[in-house]
């Protein structure tokens, strides 16, 4: 110890991934490295010691001990930007990006933004009449939908939650494919929007990421750390794999993101760097002015393109139907295999960390306004009384606008970011139950979990960025 010691700060540490093309594969250039600001960053290298089993022989002290390995593990908690790097952990985590993967246009993304979300047009008491193509509504509120909307119709005697398209749209007046009829009598009924047509926006991208069509294809991950100090240390661990992704959109504030993930270090490689974003030479893998850095890509996207709850656009919807909601959580889990379960002989650090299994799942909080999810959860009707084997399903349609707008698109269009299921899969159960609180609002929290698709070729669930990144991820810079 010396006087001149001084106590660094965490502000001053970096951490940034590279997707690698393949396992093994450790040529990511330094200008294809994304750094994100974070608030938390307990992901590093980690080396478990153990002692020596306990032994007779008239000592009940350890008589040694050894190491049992070593892998990198742990997360990051950051605010997610939509510019543009947060593509790249998309892109890792769910295992594609389809942008303009077939024939380039509005259908695969290009110059296109989110379908409006205007809010579902749910009336307390109002009568709704059918006629041959056409959906009438006496209040006249049916104008917040356009041509292409898919909508339902709930509490309709001969039309219940059948899906209908929209084809023209007017306010009061509707026309709508489908066999629809007249009713006997006019009904009290809620028209729901099921999902909405991407618009076209000359400018703004929609990057839509899914699973692969082999499952288990997740991307290889290199990352690097680095730590301040009097001379800054670099780590670094190569085929990492994303186990866990989770969106949180709070009542109030920003979005967030928490990451877990596994890596390797193998023996072969070093684990440390003295100094990487600065120092030349001094280091075997230093090349240029520094191992690290590269002046083309070192900075962070825009700070002020995160995406806030309080934007009026942004939105939590349950079967088309828009819940108030206080905090909605997001979360995409693969399901690695543990460390010790991948070693072999000769080796310190794990051969692999496959991808076992893998889920989404979501959480989200609501005020009870009206039992019309709760009564649903449990008899499978909005008017039933009794208990029903129906497990309760619909889609989530999650989203987090930035209150900062793409400048490039030919319209209004901000930064932004979706989760959404679009073939009623997922089923949702009730957590807990409702526990009124003298003093307190009545809330309930919904659990939802994706099933696999019924219909052939939909995709399993989507997480989707809008910006103005005209490649698909992850591009090389």
């Known amino acids: 110890m010396a006087d001149t010691d001084q106590i660094q700060v965490a502000s001053d540490s970096k951490i940034g991934f590279g997707v690698q093309t393949g396992k093994g594969v450790y040529t990511v250039a330094n200008k294809d490295f994304r750094y994100f600001p974070f608030t938390s960053s307990p992901y590093g290298i980690v080396q478990p010691v153990a002692n020596l089993p306990q032994e007779g022989g008239g000592d009940l002290t350890p008589k040694g001990s050894y190491k049992s390995g070593s892998w990198g593990q742990g997360g990051v908690q950051f605010i997610p930007r939509f510019v543009d790097d947060l593509g790249f952990i998309l892109a890792s985590v769910m ?189 075997p893998n230093s090349v240029g002015r520094s191992a690290w850095y590269d002046a083309a890509n070192n900075g962070y996207d825009d700070d002020t393109a995160f995406g806030l709850s309080v934007d009026p656009n942004s939105v939590v919807k349950i079967a088309g139907g828009k819940i108030q909601c206080t905090g909605a959580v997001i979360t995409t889990a693969n399901n690695l295999q543990q460390a010790d379960a991948g070693r072999i002989i000769g080796d310190i650090t794990p051969l692999d960390f496959p991808v076992l299994s893998r889920v989404m799942s979501i959480r989200a909080q609501m005020f009870m306004t009206d039992d019309y999810i709760y009564r649903q959860l449990f008899t499978g009707s909005l008017t039933g009384r009794k208990f029903s084997s129906k497990i309760y399903a619909g889609d989530i349609d999650f989203r987090a606008y930035s209150a900062v707008g793409i400048t490039s698109a030919s319209i209004a269009t901000q930064y932004a970011l979706q989760a959404l299921t679009n073939d009623t899969n997922v089923q949702w159960s009730l957590q807990g139950a409702v526990d009124p609180k003298p003093g307190q609002p009545l809330t309930m929290t919904l659990v939802g979990t994706v099933q696999r698709p019924a219909t052939p070729g939909k995709k399993y669930a989507m997480v989707r960025l809008q910006n103005a990144i005209s490649n698909a991820y992850p591009y090389v810079a």
């Open 95 to 283: 295992g594609q990006d389809y942008y303009a993967t077939a024939t380039p246009g509005p259908a695969n993304g290009e110059n296109s933004a989110f379908g409006r979300s205007t809010e579902d047009y749910t009336p307390a008491a109002a009568t709704i009449t059918f006629t041959a193509g056409h959906i009438l509504d006496s209040a006249s509120g049916l104008g917040v939908y356009k041509v292409g909307d898919i909508i339902k119709v709930s509490n309709s005697v001969s039309n219940n939650a059948t899906p209908f398209t929209v084809t023209t749209a007017a306010a009061g007046d509707l026309t709508v494919t489908g066999n629809t009829v007249v009713e006997a009598t006019p009904v009290k009924a809620t028209i729901a929007l099921m999902s909405s047509i991407d618009a076209t926006a000359t400018g703004s991208q929609i990057h839509t990421f899914a699973f692969k069509a082999k499952q288990s294809d997740v991307p290889y991950v290199t990352v690097r750390k680095l730590l301040e100090g009097p001379t800054p240390l670099g780590e670094e661990t190569v085929d990492n794999r994303f186990g866990q992704m989770e969106l949180t959109l709070p009542n109030v504030g920003p979005m967030t993101c928490a990451l877990e993930l596994n890596g390797r270090t193998p023996a072969n490689r070093n684990m440390f760097y003295a100094d990487p974003f600065n120092s030349v030479g001094s280091d």
